[in-house]
């Protein structure tokens, strides 16, 4: 009698995995996804943003003549604005603002690698829900979990990208002189964060808008992997 039962629950256990079996065939003929596949498509889109992104702005003038363009902060305006009438600081804004967008775009040279890194550590279990988000749902994952973590890394960066186009320098010489009028507020503002905040802002704009170019506009999904994972968003 064990014998036999033991016979029937061997039968039922093999008919039982061949039908998970011919289940697992049907899904994969029909296209359907696993997370990680799901996973991968969306590290790679990722990748192909920030490498685009990464190339476009670090380029001459990718920051400086494009929506991205760093402007002053306000406090610097203030500064630029009280020197305009000196002689010798007349297109003091114009070169700071020059310097600044000069130190980002040698910054994004660096910024690719450590965005990469970033997206080979993403998890699979939000992949789906990603997948089927919003426009911007990957961007906006991968903003928030390695904002942190990339503002630690890109700081420094940007500090030696200020010290190589010289805008360390030459914001200190302005600083002194303004703070040598009397009877002003001394200033000396956090440009090494400010350009560190800014660039970041424009990096992930740009792979923002790879993103939406890949789910809204099928001729940007240049790989079958992301044909394959992005169809799926389209049903």
């Known amino acids: 009698m064990i014998k036999k039962f033991m016979f029937i629950l061997v039968a039922l256990q093999l008919t039982a995995c061949t039908q998970f079996q011919d289940m697992a065939g049907t899904l994969l003929e029909s296209g359907a996804l696993s997370p990680q596949q799901i996973g991968l498509g969306l590290k790679e889109a990722l990748n192909l943003g920030i490498s685009q992104g990464a190339d476009r702005l670090s380029a001459k003038d990718g920051f400086l003549k494009s929506s991205y363009k760093i402007l002053l902060p306000d406090e610097v305006q203030k500064v630029t604005n009280k020197l305009s009438g000196i002689p010798g600081f007349t297109s003091v804004e114009d070169k700071m603002v020059e310097l600044l967008n000069r130190a980002a775009e040698d910054a994004a040279k660096s910024a690719k690698p450590i965005f990469v890194s970033a997206i080979k550590q993403m998890t699979f279990t939000d992949a789906t829900d990603i997948l089927m988000g919003s426009n911007n749902a990957a961007t906006s994952y991968l903003e928030r979990t390695t904002t942190n973590e990339l ?31 009397p009877f002003v507020s001394k200033v000396n503002p956090d440009l090494d964060d400010y350009v560190t905040q800014k660039a970041l802002a424009g990096l992930f704009s740009m792979v923002e808008k790879k993103e939406l170019g890949i789910r809204k506009n099928v001729s940007e999904r240049k790989t079958d992997l992301l044909k394959k994972v992005f169809a799926k968003q389209d049903q």
């Open 151 to 181: 503002t630690s890394a890109f700081r420094p960066k940007v500090t030696a990208s200020l010290d190589r186009v010289n805008a360390t320098q030459y914001w200190n010489d302005i600083v002194t002189k303004y703070n040598s009028i």
